[in-house]
């Protein structure tokens, strides 16, 4: 068996790509900032500076380029004498986080840190071949449960407590879950569309005939599956006909407020020109995070727009996937009801509207029937992944 080890060779080429790019980054706003400064009154902003000034940031500009090109040609002379090794949660805990904050960015510059979607089973990558999944389960069933994690997690981190809901409800109602491992840092439409090839070669390659095909999604995930089945729809998939039943566990259906506020932090920096310029960190942000401001699951719902820009809710609503059974389980902080936490704390990231598709709008709302919701009073976000009552009521639908 391969050692495990928190770092590996490959991260720290990786990083060394993102310190460089992070330096390259801060002496430009510096620069930035500096123009702000000194620029003469009612002249226009430069990115720029120019005379000596504009020498030095040139300068720290190409060392920090020749730094970063040094070494990582000095790491890769390493890789005979470092081997591979296996990962640890901890690792993939920082790997999804990293990936959520900058999985666009990163996917973009072909950073190995990305990571790309995929069907894991104990951390370890599923390939999607017919013999390969048969010798993975030998005890292959026909009923099958994908598990969608949610931003900036990882499908490990299912397993919560002790307790894990696909492992869970694989001993109860005979499911065999998969467990969906994908950057949540890119667009959600984006992930949609890669869920949807995704499920249509699994299918293919199942080796039984499948009979059933059950989603159940925390956060993010619920909205990616979401998008998926759209498409699907689109393209006429096989396996959309499959699916039977979908859960959503604390899904932004509406958006987050954390997400709008980061919005009104971006446009209050550039109301000042000396401000300004520190707008760029708060851009630094990856599509899936501004994605979670309404609530985006279709491609039409940012294409040719600033992600950044302050703007009105103008998505395409989008009702539930047509013949399938869907489920909203919500939570709720305060152990009592209220106007103030139902709707502003929610489950400390998620509204109780929004994670039931209550909208104000009635086209945009999402009609699950009273019996297809349920709210937990005194828990958390995290808590929908493993509070017995939560399972208890995930089981109850799904039996």
């Known amino acids: 068996m391969k050692k495990e080890r928190h770092i590996h060779l490959s991260d720290l080429r990786a990083l060394v790509s993102l310190a460089t790019e992070a330096t390259l980054g801060v002496t430009n706003l510096v620069e930035a900032m500096h123009g702000s400064v000194v620029r003469m009154p009612g002249a226009q902003p430069k990115e720029r500076t120019s005379g000596l000034s504009g020498l030095i940031y040139n300068a720290v500009r190409g060392l920090a380029r020749i730094a970063g090109g040094g070494i990582n040609t000095a790491l890769a002379k390493l890789n005979p004498y470092f081997g591979e090794h296996a990962s640890t949660p901890e690792r993939e805990a920082v790997l999804a986080a990293l990936n959520g904050v900058l999985g666009d960015y990163m996917a973009r510059g072909n950073n190995p840190l990305a990571i790309p979607m995929q069907f894991r089973q104990a951390g370890q990558p599923l390939l999607l071949e017919r013999q390969s999944l048969r010798t993975t389960f030998p005890k292959a069933g026909r009923k099958l449960m994908v598990l969608a994690h949610g931003l900036c997690m990882n499908d490990l981190q299912w397993l919560r407590k002790g307790h894990d809901h696909g492992a869970a409800l694989a001993r109860d109602l005979g499911y065999t879950p998969l467990y969906l491992h994908y950057n949540s840092g890119m667009h959600v439409s984006a992930n949609g569309h890669a869920l949807a090839a995704l499920l249509q070669k699994l299918v293919?390659?199942?080796?039984?005939?499948?009979?059933?095909?059950?989603?159940?999604?925390?956060?993010?995930?619920?909205?990616?599956?979401?998008?998926?089945?759209?498409?699907?729809?689109?393209?006429?998939?096989a396996w959309l006909p499959l699916l039977r039943k979908l859960v959503f566990l604390g899904t932004p259906h509406h958006g987050a407020p954390l997400e709008r506020a980061g919005n009104w932090v971006d446009i209050l920096l550039e109301a000042s020109p000396y401000a300004a310029p520190f707008a760029r960190l708060g851009k630094i942000r990856s599509a899936g995070i501004t994605d979670l401001r309404h609530g985006n699951v279709l491609d039409e719902d940012w294409e040719g727009r600033d992600r950044f820009a302050r703007a009105p809710d103008s998505r395409r609503p989008?009702?539930?996937?047509?013949?399938?059974?869907?489920?909203?389980?919500?939570?709720?902080?305060s152990k009592k009801s209220s106007e103030f936490t139902e709707r502003v704390l929610g489950d400390g990231l998620v509204p109780l509207d929004s994670a039931l598709g209550r909208h104000a709008d009635p086209a945009r709302c999402l009609e699950f029937p009273p019996d297809r919701q349920w709210t937990g009073f005194g828990l958390g976000h995290l808590d929908l992944l493993s509070n017995a009552e939560v399972y208890a009521q995930v089981r109850a639908w799904l039996a």
Do not use: F
């Open 318 to 333: 989008l009702p539930l996937p047509d013949g399938v059974l869907c489920y909203a389980l919500a939570a709720v902080l």
């Open 204 to 237: 293919k390659e199942w080796p039984h005939p499948i009979e059933e095909l059950t989603l159940v999604c925390h956060s993010m995930g619920g909205l990616v599956a979401r998008s998926a089945c759209y498409y699907a729809a689109q393209e006429r998939t």
